[in-house]
């Protein structure tokens, strides 16, 4: 599979007029070459490809490596382009200019100073927001993890618990089921803190008639999961309620609404709308989703600004929610597979407002 995305990156050089690709960033070489060392690039032209690492992975990168000839740098990795003449005067090689940092960019530019390092990205973005069955599996799997941890969460919160102790359990859990590591530090938002959608977990202790946003996910062989949950601790405020009611419907009407080839702003209009009949427009501060694999937060973006469309076979969250400064929030979050027809809701975990 690996060597299809290398054949795919040669494919695509001529038609961003460049002689070669750098790839720097390190989730986007697993990808094309299935190494998973922290510290590497991939020089692609149109006849070959070559991953230079360090000596720390000496052993590790033929054993992983497939389409793509090794090559152990003796100084920094940089250096080995010029020194094994992988790079010709005049050439034209194409940068990941979302990842690759201005110092390195300096180094490049002084190391082969007669190369120009036009911008390439999205191209890796976008190759990989469509997914193939061997990479819907680890999605599913590290979604599955993810759906496991959050019934040991139901079992661990309770009151005088700090968010920062449940976010120890969440992090503990999700690495005992096998997840590579954790996709973000988990968010762990209590009462009035709800309110912050992207909120730290802090030394604040959950109250009775808190509500709880729980926000997490995991990295599986490369591939991340992404869950948003609420939960009440004693019977929450009827506001609460309400809003949750509110998010959960607009959910809803999003995930039925689903079509491959369909606007995502299109997309956006249809949770947000239903928000703002129920008066919480403005309280609805974010888009409504992304695209996820091997990011986090893939390129695609589920916003009434974007102009991009959904394809099948791409993983996207669908996440509404509103957020009351001082009072609360709720934003309910799952992980959905793009299908012919549709879509596929893969998180499990009930959506409801569970109160403990």
Same mark, same amino acid.
């Given at each position: 599979?690996?060597?299809?995305?290398?054949?795919?990156?040669?494919?695509?050089?001529?038609?961003?007029?460049?002689?070669?690709?750098?790839?720097?960033?390190?989730?986007?070489?697993?990808?094309?070459?299935?190494?998973?060392?922290?510290?590497?690039?991939?020089?692609?032209?149109?006849?070959?490809?070559?991953?230079?690492?360090?000596?720390?992975?000496?052993?590790?990168?033929?054993?992983?490596?497939?389409?793509?000839?090794?090559?152990?740098?003796?100084?920094?990795?940089?250096?080995?382009?010029?020194?094994?003449?992988?790079?010709?005067?005049?050439?034209?090689?194409?940068?990941?200019?979302?990842?690759?940092?201005?110092?390195?960019?300096?180094?490049?530019?002084?190391?082969?100073?007669?190369?120009?390092?036009?911008?390439?990205?999205?191209?890796?973005?976008?190759?990989?927001?469509?997914?193939?069955?061997?990479?819907?599996?680890?999605?599913?799997?590290?979604?599955?993890?993810?759906?496991?941890?959050?019934?040991?969460?139901? &079992?661990?919160?309770?009151?005088?618990? =700090?968010? $920062? +102790?449940?976010? #120890?359990?969440?992090?503990?859990?999700?690495?005992? *089921? @096998?997840?590579?590591?954790?996709?973000?530090?988990?968010?762990?938002?209590?009462?009035?803190?709800?309110?912050?959608?992207?909120?730290?977990?802090?030394?604040?202790?959950?109250?009775?008639?808190?509500?709880?946003?729980?926000?997490?996910?995991?990295?599986?062989?490369?591939?991340?999961?992404?869950?948003?949950?609420?939960?009440?601790?004693?019977?929450?405020?009827?506001?609460?309620?309400?809003?949750?009611?509110?998010?959960?419907?607009?959910?809803?009407?999003?995930?039925?609404? &689903?079509?491959?080839?369909?606007?995502? =702003?299109? $997309? +956006?209009?249809? #949770?947000?709308?239903?928000?703002?009949?129920?008066? *919480? @427009?403005?309280?609805?501060?974010?888009?409504?989703?992304?695209?996820?694999?091997?990011?986090?937060?893939?390129?695609?973006?589920?916003?009434?600004?974007?102009?991009?469309?959904?394809?099948?076979?791409?993983?996207?969250?669908?996440?509404?929610?509103?957020?009351?400064?001082?009072?609360?929030?709720?934003?309910?979050?799952?992980?959905?597979?793009?299908?012919?027809?549709?879509?596929?809701?893969?998180?499990?975990?009930?959506?409801?407002?569970?109160?403990?």
């Amino acid at each position: 599979m690996t060597r299809n995305r290398l054949q795919a990156v040669r494919r695509a050089l001529a038609a961003h007029h460049v002689d070669a690709f750098l790839v720097s960033e390190n989730s986007h070489i697993r990808y094309l070459t299935g190494f998973t060392g922290s510290n590497a690039v991939c020089f692609v032209t149109p006849r070959r490809a070559v991953l230079i690492t360090d000596g720390r992975y000496r052993s590790q990168a033929p054993a992983e490596v497939d389409g793509a000839t090794v090559v152990i740098a003796r100084q920094s990795l940089f250096a080995e382009l010029s020194e094994r003449h992988l790079v010709r005067p005049g050439m034209r090689v194409g940068v990941e200019e979302e990842h690759l940092s201005a110092a390195s960019l300096r180094t490049l530019r002084r190391l082969l100073p007669r190369c120009s390092f036009p911008a390439m990205s999205p191209l890796i973005e976008r190759m990989s927001a469509v997914k193939d069955a061997s990479e819907i599996r680890r999605i599913k799997r590290a979604v599955e993890i993810t759906d496991a941890v959050f019934a040991k969460v139901l &079992i661990a919160i309770e009151p005088g618990l =700090r968010e $920062l +102790d449940l976010a #120890a359990e969440i992090s503990y859990w999700h690495r005992k *089921y @096998g997840a590579d590591s954790e996709a973000f530090d988990p968010i762990v938002a209590s009462g009035p803190r709800a309110a912050l959608p992207h909120a730290r977990a802090t030394t604040k202790k959950i109250r009775v008639g808190e509500v709880v946003v729980l926000d997490f996910g995991c990295r599986y062989q490369g591939y991340n999961s992404d869950m948003t949950r609420v939960v009440a601790l004693g019977r929450p405020s009827a506001e609460m309620q309400k809003i949750h009611g509110i998010v959960r419907e607009a959910q809803q009407r999003a995930i039925d609404a &689903i079509r491959p080839g369909m606007e995502a =702003r299109a $997309l +956006d209009a249809v #949770a947000r709308t239903h928000i703002e009949k129920a008066g *919480y @427009g403005k309280f609805f501060v974010h888009s409504l989703g992304h695209g996820l694999g091997i990011h986090i937060h893939d390129s695609l973006r589920i916003s009434s600004l974007s102009s991009e469309l959904l394809h099948e076979h791409a993983v996207v969250t669908i996440e509404p929610g509103i957020y009351l400064p001082g009072k609360g929030g709720v934003r309910i979050e799952d992980d959905v597979l793009i299908t012919r027809g549709g879509c596929s809701v893969l998180t499990r975990s009930p959506r409801d407002l569970i109160v403990l």
